[in-house]
């Protein structure tokens, strides 16, 4: 008996990626609900899943952040010969190759090893470079992990760590090449500082900062478009939440991609008259204590969202600012703690917890507990 | 005295300095320190362009100790020529001081790189050579890693890496004593032949008595006229070299000697 080939295949269309799509609205951050709903179908095909309903606007899109740390890269090795940039077989996926097309003398394609990169990369920081090591986060922080615990943080060398395809968000490649611990990895570097960019606009601000930050820098990006959720005149600096919304009732924070998550929740809690702040932590490591601990005192009750695993992320790291400083009533959200699998972002978005929805539903019970 | 002789006597010195900061501490490696300390003694105190009084000097040749746990040979070499006083050896792997149990940099003028967990080394003196290369600076880098040590599959992708780049600049000196923690590393995991691999994988190999003077300070020349791959030193050592009831003897790889054997041990370098 013989197999049979495929013959047929039916393309789900709505599940496609959006081919040259054009800019929708701009994101306003204050949405009436009632009035800005769109059709559930056009909204299976943006980055949030709706699960058919949409009570909130299309996202004005920006460049993915790793796209925008490739362009940060290269604009900075324009000015400063200092910097340099390693990879490990994937620059046309992290975006380090329009460094390497503009400065072939200053890039180091390592070949699939990213263990011997990250050493590589302490040596040259050593003589006075400033070296950019990226490959996907996954494989960077699981299979370089010694070396950066030991060629770079023990010395604290002045390398640059960038995880590209961070998070879950990837999609379709699955768990081998999705990061769901990458932040607790690097934060568990000593010295280490730890930034999640949110948009192509924090993305870029926070590259250029990390190259003339003293000291180990770990940067995670990814994959997919990311909506933006600054404008170009926002200012960024290490270590300092930016606060996008201030509320009264609670308070959302968030970073990467979850920030436009928790902004679109803040629009659903505002329409039934619940004032939701947001901030987006984009430093992770050093936590800014003082903007948790202010915005807990004002609202009592906080939501952490993040795209990696519950434990040892920022869930984890706001819980211990709380507890310390400021006991608050706090729900997280996160992936628990599994493994993801393939599947487009949407959908995986949902299955794994991390949609508007799910933190609209987090916030509530964080209220509850808030009253109780 | 010629220079080998030199040499030999400065060697001698070293060996009772570090038995004697090992037995101090009650804990270390005697063992690969011993089979190194010929080799390192004729970077420090011949070929090493370097200003003990300016560990910083950025035209220095580096010298990594990929194989960390041969911390008191690298120790003993940096206070003899002048990094810090003799006298600080004596608080090796003690409490707050910067003698740490493996080599860690900046904790100690002089170290170059955090070693001790294996295998990385090389990839960081790689870095090391891209960076002269790119400033146009024309110091030499050199590496000792153990026979052991080349278990490590980062070694493995250094070894790649430097002949892909054709660093010349980079000379990796394997030390090779034939044992490791668990014994023989042909029992552990044999990664015979040496020579070959290393040619194979694009390496100019010079293979050697790591005992002989002579022998060292010829190939250390050698790399100097090497152009387009980096150069590896398959050094023939002996485990515990100068003290007869440590050599080849496997419980001195982590074990220090007790007061009376090192009595006997110095009384017998001392000869």
Known sequence: MTTQPITKVVFDS????????????????????????????????????????????????????????????????????????????LSKSTKSNAFAKLFPERFFNCGIAEANMVSIAAGLASCGKIPFAASFASFLLCKGFDQLRMSVANPGLNVKVVGSHAGISLGEDGASQQSVEDLALACALPGFTVLAPADEISCKALVRLAAYHEGPVYIRTGRPKAPLVYTAEETFQV?????????????????????????????????????????????????????????????????????????????????????????????????????????????????????????????????????? | ???????????????????????????????????????????????????????????????????GHA???????????????????????????PLQGHPEKGKLPGVEASTGSLGQGISIGAGMALAARLDQKNYHVYVLVGDGEVNEGQVWEAALFAAHYKIDSLTVLLDCNRQQLDGWTNDILNTDPLASKWRAFGWHVIEIDGHDFDAILSALDEVKTVTGKPTLILAHTVKGKGVSFMENNIEFHGMAPNPEQLQKALLEIAA
């Open chain 1, 239 to 372: 270590g300092v939440a930016n606060t996008i919304v201030t509320g009264s009732d609670i308070t959302l924070i968030a970073m990467g991609l979850m920030v436009y998550n928790a902004l679109v929740a803040s629009d659903i809690l505002k329409a039934e008259g619940i004032s939701a702040g947001v901030i987006d932590l984009h430093t992770l490591k050093p936590i800014d204590e003082a903007a948790i601990i202010t915005a807990a005192k004002n609202t009592g009750a906080m939501v952490t969202v993040e795209e990696h695993l519950l434990s040892g992320g920022l869930g984890s790291r706001v819980a211990h600012v709380l507890s310390q400083h400021c006991p608050t009533p706090q729900v997280s959200v996160g992936i628990a703690d599994t493994y993801a699998e393939s599947g487009s972002w949407d959908q995986l978005a949902m299955k794994y917890g991390l949609t508007p929805q799910h933190i609209v539903s987090a916030a509530r019970t964080a209220l509850k507990q808030k009253k109780e």
């Open chain 2, 1 to 67: 005295m010629d220079t080998k002789a030199t040499l030999q006597a400065q060697s001698d010195l070293l060996r009772r300095d570090i038995l004697t900061m090992i037995a101090k501490a009650a804990s270390g490696h005697p063992g690969g320190s011993l089979s190194a300390i010929d080799m390192i003694t004729a970077l420090y105190f011949k070929v090493l362009r370097h200003r003990p009084s300016e560990p910083e000097w950025p035209d220095r040749d580096r010298f990594i100790l990929s194989k």
């Open chain 2, 71 to 97: 911390a008191p040979a690298l120790y003993a070499a940096l206070a003899h020529t002048g990094y810090f006083p003799v006298e600080d050896l004596m608080t090796l792997r003690q409490f707050e001081s």
């Open chain 1, 14 to 89: 709505p599940l496609q990626p959006p081919e040259g799509r054009t800019a929708v609205r701009p994101y306003e951050g204050r949405v009436d609900v009632a009035t800005t709903a769109t059709s559930g179908r056009e909204d299976t095909r943006i980055s949030r899943p709706t699960n058919g309903r949409a009570p909130f606007a299309p996202p004005r899109w920006g460049a993915a952040t790793r796209d925008a740390f490739g362009e940060a890269l290269a604009a900075l090795g324009k000015e400063d010969t200092r910097i340099v940039s390693v990879d490990a077989d």
